[in-house]
């Protein structure tokens, strides 16, 4: 019997210790964690495991469904906001993965009578060709890298400012891409609007 007693006093002290170990361990890993403002960091800056916050909600107002008319078609724009969401910065030995706060942008585009032409709406937020890279505080855009089409035609920036709560003004930057890649009769059209400071209206 008392060697029964001695056995489970040791096997709860064994116990308390591997769980102070384990706390140590958490508590180290989080003090190694730096919280950095989200519209204040340089890229050469963030160290691995830092996680860029949007401290000051900038990304907060333009949360939302919106929608525009341009050319006789419509476009609607749902934009997410993704917490701590997981990045990387630098290529190969220099790479470094970090955390920022993210924009997700999906986006559907109609003809006037309902007729869909390409739709890029999804339930799951991480699945968008729009994905916010920066905010610019002085001028208040928040700026999105869009893949582009087929063979990445199209890709290049969307800006996104607010007019006002119920208003944001939208600029689209194609790049130049090359089409060689592309097998013939590959449908390349790109459907996003380019007119300058489209206004989009809050649903």
Known sequence: MELCLKMMIKNKFTSIFTL???????????????????????????KAGDYLKDL???????????????????????????????????????????????????????????KVIENYIHPIPNISKMVSYG???????????????????????VDLKMADNKHLLWNYFPQETFTDRCPPETDITVNLPEKENLIFIKK
Not at 26 to 46: G, V, W
Not at 94 to 112: A, G, S, V
């Open 20 to 46: 102070l170990l384990m706390y140590s361990a958490f508590l180290l890993c989080r003090a190694q964690e730096r919280t950095l403002p989200l519209n204040k960091t340089l890229n050469d800056s963030i």
């Open 56 to 114: 000051d909600n900038d990304y907060k107002p333009f949360v939302g469904t919106w929608i525009a008319e341009y050319d006789d078609k419509i476009i609607l724009i749902k934009i997410i906001k993704v917490s701590k969401r997981p990045a990387r910065n630098g290529f190969r030995e220099k790479e470094i993965k970090y955390f920022e706060d993210t924009l997700m942008l999906q986006h559907k585009i109609t003809d006037k009578n309902g």
């Open 135 to 157: 905010f610019s505080k002085t001028r208040g855009i928040a700026h999105f890298h869009y893949d582009g089409v087929k063979c990445g035609v199209g890709s290049g920036r």
